[in-house]
């Protein structure tokens, strides 16, 4: 193997692992934020009454995705040609890696979610959107309790 083709190896498995860090957080009902732990949550009991999956989408504000294609595809763009082709060439890889980035990253921090409408016993309903846990699934019917923190709401067991 040539210079050339590790410099390009190395380019590319680097960007593959500074991409991987850019899932996000699960958010599944039982996963709390460093910043909730500790922190009172009011308690309601109720019966699920739907289930519906949907797809969470992913994170397209992060920096991580766009930078980290961006420097890849400029660094491969600046192997190409000389001269002014050679810097436009640079500019280009860089644009269209940082694209190319960005879809990464969706594409990764894309979660599969549930809709969750439980009928409290109070009477009222409440729908809470939360990503799906393998270790609690929900049906129609299940009693849950609604634990709630400011505009933060989850359905657990």
Do not use: W
Not at 72 to 80: F, T, Y
Not at 91 to 101: E, N, P, R, T, Y
Not at 110 to 125: F, K, P, W, Y
Not at 136 to 153: E, I
């Amino acid at each position: 193997m040539n210079k050339k083709s590790v410099a390009y190896l190395t380019i590319l498995l680097s960007g593959t692992v500074l991409l991987s860090g850019c899932a996000q957080s699960t958010l599944t009902g039982t996963s709390y934020s460093r910043g909730e732990a500790r922190q009172a949550q009011s308690v309601q009991t109720g019966r699920v009454e739907s289930v519906v999956p949907i797809i969470i989408e992913g994170r397209t504000d992060g920096v991580v995705g766009a930078g980290t294609g961006a420097v890849v595809g400029g660094v491969l763009g600046h192997q190409i040609g000389g001269g002014t082709g050679q810097q436009l060439a640079t500019v280009l890889g860089a644009v269209a890696g940082g694209i190319a980035g960005q879809r990464v990253e969706e594409a990764t921090s894309r979660r599969q979610g549930v809709e969750i409408t439980v009928r409290l016993d109070n009477g009222s309903a409440v729908s809470v959107v939360q990503e799906v846990d393998q270790n609690q699934v929900f049906s129609p019917g299940d009693r849950v309790r609604v634990l709630g923190q400011g505009s933060t709401m989850r359905v657990t067991y």
